[in-house]
């Protein structure tokens, strides 16, 4: 198999479903003839033509309410939304037609629109090219809520979600785009440290929504997370000479509550890490479901490591993310028992 970066990958899964179903189109803020700010849409156009891959005005609210008529009028829409944190003018749109037209028709229509974006820190964007705003999704019932940490994975949960009869909203990791840590001045160690391709399979393959991946066994802990932060839960639990069990996510929503649980009642311990602010964040939930399934089983409190609770900082953005230290410090507190 070919080693890929993401970037290539996400893009090489656009490319198997552009030529696999003429349902498929592209379309959003400077994804056709630049190819997208990320490169992601780079050579669609040329290969496939105006009509399948084109540009968009500056209007997110306008972009997925297009892409919703189109989904119910049979089409497979894929919407680029610049960076997540522009998406917030298209909310309307996701929450109360997108997510609700399936329910609302009872069953004569359907959305099955994908909406990629990127998302989160590491580029020094500054605070409205840095949000990780997916708790605000995940809350919705009828969208699914997608988050890859590597390339093989990436195109096989794009792909996925492109087939998927109701809407995606697919988060990218613009920090993992080249490679985890890329400019990271401390580069951890991690599966894809130093190594930002990875195998990835030319052809059309998927990964099933709703199926989270064990990306390290152990024993003391578990530790739950999904896009950068799986890698650097890998970097915090070799730091801390810790047995952790990582466990990648994959997707938000649906979520793959059994290997969660599994993995909780055997460590008997749970740490979970995203990029986002604690308060509120997707971790609160995670903790809830944790508790409320796993609570005999638990010998120490459930710890979440997140963002700080303040407008993202673009200067000190490195001191903002949950790094390996601090991870690493919540291991050892609840594999020692403090506060317990």
Same mark, same amino acid.
């Given at each position: 198999?070919?080693?890929m ?10 490319d198997v ?7 498929v189109?592209i ?9 997208g700010?990320?490169?992601v ?6 290969k496939?033509g105006?009509t ?11 972009? $997925?309410? /297009?892409?919703i ?14 960076f ?20 609302r ?17 590491g ?7 840095s949000q990780?705003p997916?708790s ?15 390339p +093989?994975?990436a ?16 988060? !990218?990791p613009k ?10 001045r ?5 599966? *894809?440290a130093?190594?930002?391709?990875? !195998? ?10 709703? !199926?989270?991946?064990?990306?390290? @066994?152990?024993?003391? $802990? ?6 950068t ?7 915090a639990a ?14 938000l929503? %649906?979520l793959?509550?059994?290997?969660? /649980?599994l993995s909780?009642?055997? /460590? ?5 890490? +995203? ?16 508790q409320?399934?796993?609570?005999? +089983?638990?010998?120490?409190p ?5 963002? *700080?609770?303040?407008?993202y %900082?673009h ?10 230290e ?7 507190? $609840?594999v020692?028992?403090e @506060?317990?």
């Open positions: 198999m070919p080693a970066n993401m970037i290539q990958a996400l893009n090489s899964a656009l479903m552009l030529a696999r179903d003429p349902k189109l379309f959003g803020q400077d994804v056709g003839y630049f190819g700010v990320f490169r849409t780079d050579g669609l156009q040329s496939y105006r399948r891959c084109f540009d968009a005005p500056i209007s997110e609210n306008g972009l $997925v309410g /297009t892409a008529g189109m989904g119910a009028y049979g089409l497979r829409p894929v919407v680029e939304i610049q997540a944190d522009y998406i917030y003018p298209a909310y309307d749109q996701l929450v109360s037609e997108a997510a609700k037209l399936r329910y028709s009872a069953g004569q229509f359907s959305a099955p629109l994908t909406v990629r974006t990127p998302y989160g820190g580029i020094f964007g500054g605070q409205t090219h990780s997916e605000l999704f995940t809350h919705i019932a009828g969208l699914k809520t997608v988050i890859p940490s590597n +093989h994975d195109k096989g949960l794009l792909i996925a979600a492109i087939e998927d009869d109701d809407p995606v909203l697919f988060l !990218e920090r993992l785009y080249n490679g985890p840590f890329e400019g990271w401390d580069r951890p160690s991690s599966p *894809w130093g190594h930002p391709m990875a !195998e990835t399979p030319m052809g059309h393959y998927s990964v099933p929504l709703g !199926e989270a991946a064990v990306v390290q @066994g152990g024993a003391a $802990v578990t530790v739950l997370a999904y896009g932060m799986v890698h650097v839960a890998l970097a070799h730091h801390a000479g810790i047995d952790a069990e990582v466990i990648d996510l994959r997707t929503v %649906p793959d509550l059994e290997t969660i /649980t909780v009642k055997k /460590t008997g311990r749970c740490v979970i890490v +995203h990029e986002a602010p604690l308060t509120s964040g997707y971790g609160a939930e995670l903790a809830a479901l944790v409320e399934h796993c609570f005999y +089983h638990l010998e120490a459930i710890r979440r490591v997140a963002g *700080w609770d303040t407008p %900082p200067a000190l953005e490195w001191d903002y993310f949950p790094g390996p601090r991870i690493a410090e919540a291991l050892r507190a $609840v020692e028992g @506060g317990v």
